[in-house]
């Protein structure tokens, strides 16, 4: 079909760039305007996965507290500075 349409066409396929017409004022407004607010909205749904995401930790720390109570034991790992040091096992030479 392309074949034809060179042939028979109207369409100046010699010269074939594209022509564009430069957007008024009022054009590049409205398009700023539309891509403000689908930013807002992406901004938005950022902060509401955020938030779900900071009550999902919250929850996840309460369970593991109650777990930890209920059954006597220590799920997380103790990060205090003493622990850090080595052991007196490893620092005896003999």
């Known amino acids: 079909m392309s074949t034809w349409l060179q042939k028979y ?3 100046d396929w010699e010269h074939k760039n594209e022509t564009t017409m430069s957007k008024t004022p009022e054009q590049k407004i ?3 305007e539309a891509k403000i607010k689908l930013l ?3 901004k938005t749904r ?4 955020a938030e779900r995401a ?3 930790v919250i929850i996840f720390d309460m369970l593991l507290d109650m777990a930890e109570k209920e059954y006597n034991i220590r799920f997380r790992k103790n ?3 003493e622990l850090s040091t080595p052991s007196k096992k490893n620092t005896k030479k003999h």
């Open 9 to 11: 066409g109207t369409f």
């Open 30 to 32: 409205l398009e700023l």
């Open 40 to 42: 807002e909205k992406q």
């Open 46 to 49: 950022a902060e509401h996965r």
């Open 54 to 56: 900071d009550n999902k």
């Open 79 to 81: 990060y205090k500075p």
